[in-house]
């Protein structure tokens, strides 16, 4: 199956730093890609649509200042948390979604390995 | 409203078959899928259904009523590596997915 990279697996970094997050579609093109986070124990929670060439699509409570999203290409999309705090440490995961209508399964959603990140 | 709902917890005996039900609520639905996530890692994708009926992919089959809005994962001769949590998510016309909770599904041997 298709591939997805991040970068890194894991940082640690001090409160009031900003870190980026990369996530590659490896072996095809997405023009849509999702960043989720995801606390532990808890389900994934969308935290943005990118789509290539466009802004990002926010949900409802995420600070778009705070986490900017860039889909430079159909390949990459960043996520970088800019001025982190300890509230902010969490599990975030990147996908990719490929629509290849006429085939079987017409849709799959990649993800990627996902990144811990821990604020001290 | 968009809304979506799983059990919270199963358990199964090993060698047996499991159900895991979804139920949804979909503006502009374009589909449901099925992820299974272990703990601490990222999820994988199992399974899309976007036409009524089954599919089936080796030991695991999905299930999709539009009319009823309501899926299965099917998971049979159950093994212990089966252990996770079980996601469904359904997409609506805007390629937004709405995420239910996740089943957490622990095998027994």
């Known amino acids: 199956g298709a591939v997805v990279s991040q970068h890194p697996s894991w940082v640690i970094c001090k409160s009031g730093t900003s870190v980026k997050i990369e996530c590659r579609s490896l072996d095809f093109q997405a023009t849509t890609m999702f960043w989720y986070r995801q606390f532990p124990k808890q389900s994934l929670m969308l935290m943005a649509t990118?789509?290539?060439?466009?802004?990002?699509?926010?949900e409802q409570g995420v600070e778009k200042d705070k986490f900017l999203i860039n889909h430079a290409s159909l390949t990459l999309s960043t996520l970088t948390v800019t001025s982190a705090h300890p509230e902010d440490s969490s599990f975030y995961i990147c996908s990719a979604l490929t629509d290849r209508s006429g085939t079987s399964p017409e849709m799959e959603q990649f993800f990627g390995p996902g990144t811990r990140l821990t604020v001290l | 409203g968009q809304n979506i709902d799983q059990p919270t917890e199963m358990t199964a005996t090993e060698g047996a078959i499991v159900q895991i039900n979804c139920t949804y609520q979909?503006?502009?639905?374009?589909?449901l899928f099925w992820y299974q996530q272990h703990a601490g890692e990222a999820p994988t994708f199992l399974s899309y259904?976007?036409l009524d009926g089954l599919e089936e992919k080796g030991r695991f089959s999905s299930f999709l009523s539009r009319s009823k809005g309501y899926s299965y994962l099917l998971l049979k001769e159950l093994q212990m590596k089966d252990s996770a949590s079980y996601l469904c998510?359904?997409?609506?016309?805007?390629?937004?997915?709405?995420w239910g909770a996740g089943t957490k599904l622990i095998i027994k041997p």
């Open positions: 998510a359904s997409m609506d016309s805007n390629y937004q997915l709405i």
């Open positions: 259904n976007v």
């Open positions: 990118s789509n290539e060439g466009s802004k990002a699509t926010y």
């Open positions: 979909t503006s502009g639905f374009n589909g």
